[in-house]
């Protein structure tokens, strides 16, 4: 599934998702009030979140998530490798 960034705080399945804190601010805490029901629920403070492309459609059209970058792979080098091609003789 595809991992966002979440910009602001959002509920999915009886969770809160909070954006990272910034750094020196007080951490976040672990449970605050469900926007429903008003009953505590568990704070996930990591800034990020994975959704299917489905789930995740309305909160990036609302600005709530951004996707993440994936980084692109590294190349590894065969440093010692043999050439391909037709063996020396």
Do not use: C, T
């Amino acid at each position: 599934m595809p991992k966002y960034k979440v910009v602001s705080v959002i509920e999915h399945n009886e969770k809160q998702y909070w954006p990272e804190p910034p750094v020196g601010a007080p951490p976040a805490p672990k449970e605050a009030p469900g926007f429903g029901s008003g009953r505590p629920v568990p704070v996930d403070a990591s800034g990020s979140l994975e959704l299917s492309e489905a789930e995740a459609a309305h909160l990036l059209r609302g600005g709530a998530l951004e996707p993440m970058r994936q980084p692109a792979p590294e190349k590894k080098k065969n440093a010692g490798a043999a050439p391909r091609g037709r063996p020396e003789e």
